[in-house]
T-cell receptor, first 112, second 115 residues
Framework: DAGVTQSPTHLIKTRGQHVTLRCSPI?????VSWYQQVLGQGPQFIFQ???????GRGNFPDRFSARQFPNYSSELNVNALLLGDSALYLC???????????FGPGTRLLVL | AQTVTQSQPEMSVQEAETVTLSCTYD???????LFWYKQPPSRQMILVIR??????QNATENRFSVNFQKAAKSFSLKISDSQLGDAAMYFC????????????FGTGTRLKVLA
């Protein structure tokens, strides 16, 4: 079975631009979570979606938004990019809201 | 506030030897899970092992085992017969379940395996 997939793998943007990151969960999984991992640190929680509804939000500004589609895939959107948004963005899926999360390979975002 | 602390930024182990990575956490919950994830240079986060807090028996997965001390809120990872492929960042994680379900990660321990 395919694991969690994310696209694109790498992305370079300039300050002020907008970016959309995509995630497809493991087949049968209904929950998707997004994390930001700055180099040298542990991942920080951004959002969790379950059954297409937002179930949790971390301490990130309103420039960050997300949604989940009927097929349970998800998008993370970041507006007005700042240099500090440069990070690895990880998507994780789980079968249900409180089950073990399995991570995708991540999207590396560089903001210049 | 729930926190996860990994006090060892870096550890080294000789190939075939055993190493233990430490993790402490803070929670007011009585039933929860704890996880160890491995992140190699590719940066893919890979689940190594998980422990259910209500189980007294320590979890084991092949060469990986945990020493779970619930009263002390300690959750260490023991890697036996270390292999070169074990070299990676290791993160301890605790799922915060009050209100929002999210993983809280420690700062990680970089494990070097010496040939």
């Amino acid at each position: 079975d395919a694991g969690v997939t994310q696209s694109p793998t790498h992305l370079i943007k300039t300050r002020g631009q907008h970016v959309t990151l995509r995630c497809s969960p493991i087949s049968g999984h209904k929950s998707v979570s997004w994390y930001q991992q700055v180099l040298g640190q542990g991942p920080q929680f951004i959002f969790q979606y379950y059954e297409k509804e937002e179930r949790g939000r971390g301490n990130f500004p309103d420039r960050f938004s997300a949604r989940q589609f009927p097929n349970y895939s998800s998008e993370l959107n970041v507006n007005a990019l700042l240099l500090g948004d440069s990070a690895l963005y990880l998507c994780a899926s789980s079968g249900a809201l409180w089950e073990t999360q399995y991570f995708g390979p991540g999207t590396r975002l560089l903001v210049l | 506030a729930q926190t996860v602390t990994q006090s060892q930024p870096e550890m080294s182990v000789q190939e075939a030897e055993t190493v233990t990575l430490s993790c402490t956490y803070d929670t007011s919950e009585s039933d929860y899970y704890l996880f160890w994830y491995k992140q190699p240079p590719s940066r893919q986060m890979i689940l190594v092992i998980r422990q259910e807090a209500y189980k007294q028996q320590n979890a084991t997965e092949n060469r990986f085992s945990v020493n779970f001390q619930k009263a002390a809120k300690s959750f260490s990872l023991k890697i036996s017969d270390s292999q070169l492929g074990d070299a990676a960042m290791y993160f301890c994680a605790y799922p915060h379940t009050s209100g929002t379900y999210k993983y809280i990660f420690g700062t990680g321990t970089r494990l070097k395996v010496l040939a």
